[in-house]
């Protein structure tokens, strides 16, 4: 995966996250053990048994995550695995593929060891699956853990205590119930910041909190850090309503120190939101980075994270979100408006170079494989942007996509019934007379983006140079069209500089 470092690109290439289910809470069904040695840190040594045999069940295929997101073999980097019945008896067990074992029978104990070693082949990786340094790390209990038989939507439980090196500690938001001890919800979800070096602050938002985590060195503070965070969530908490959750932890972790300027990654699993990032050259350009990052991550925690929808339907999260983030930049004058077309010009042109006819609804379902990442971001902004002028011109301005998003935000979250993402939402868009040739021709249909009229209809032109095309303001809008490009943010930055007045 490469990387784009354009002042204002949205970097479809590396944004990277994915979906994960809510269900009731049960007791524990497992416990585990996790040792790390103050001599070897990245040697993981995993002890665990069953708590509740009825509901979590050994059976003789014992096997752990090999791929996410991306990152491939990752069941290479367990060894020793052992297990034992319930009288402590050895269990005879057999290794054929990387991960993978076969036992003599149902085990109740069983221990293994992880290299969590990572660094420095596969960086981008360490937003995504456990790793550790010599002092520092972030483990996840979803590849950490062997991948337990479970029905569909079942979330499974655990009791988990950590053996740290001294001086080293963890920042967790689980519920922690003794020193170094946690019960957790859910292990797919789970997430914990060890070692040393982390800068921890609660942010108060309100009645909200904030538990933001910071590595490394930055051209920002860490206080300009916690108030971009608190800003933006405040700003999406007043488009949905309500918080998703009560215990976010936000960690923006330095890449080492040979990666290049700009490069990131991110992922946004349940209520975990992870940055890992290198800096920019200048303070300016950092700051807006982050901005970049924070506005696209933290709106994850609403769409889809806190969204009982289930299936690849990532045209809509990160279409939605790529574009909702950006237009919440200009509201907020965190980047003009021309910055907000130059993205989109981007989009357009990334999506006008693709030449394979697969709809965006197919692109989604390939999207580890290369094939769908980044179109999906390019198109399903493309079109998000399309169904927020539609929206906007037949309501005369009285709607827009946020609208749209709020209320599917409050018919699919949780605790609503799981149903398919993709169904939904077309559903849901289809309810929209005016959406319904966007979504015909670009969500489920390939053809190239033919916007010209919907542009015309707010003021906007898309001129055509060097086979590139560019976006910009008509010369001389009407009423209307003015009216329509005011609320899209074109003179947000004057209406803030009169109320500064
Ligand atoms: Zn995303």
Redesign the pocket.
Known sequence: MSTIITKFSISFII???FLLFTSSFSAQQIEANIKINQDSPQIIGIEGRFLRENQTKSNKNWAFLNSFAGVENLGERVSDLNLKDKQGENISVRKFAAGEYLADEAANVWSYQTDANLLPQNINAMAHVSWLTQEQGILMLGDLLPQFEKSDNQKISARIKFNLPKEWKIISSEKKTAENTFTVENVEKAIFLIGKNWREKEISNGKDKLNFAISGDWQFSDAEAHETASDIFARYKQLFGEIPDERIQISLVRFPKDVKFGRWE?E?RGANLMVLSSDMPFKALSLQRLHEQLR??L??LWIPNNLALTGNY?WF??GF??YQALRTGVEMNQIRFEDFLDTLSQAYNLDNLQTRKISLIEFSKNRWSGLGNPQV?ARGMIAAFLCDIALLRTSRGKRSVSDFLKETYQKYRVPNEPQDGSTAILGALEQHKELNSIVEKYIKGFGKVDWAADLESVGIVAKEENSFTHLTIKAKPNGRQKDLLDKLGYNNWQKVLGKAK
Do not use: G, K, S
């Open positions: 944004f990277i996250e991110a946004t696209h991550e709106f994850h990532d999260y990160e979100t790529v971001y």
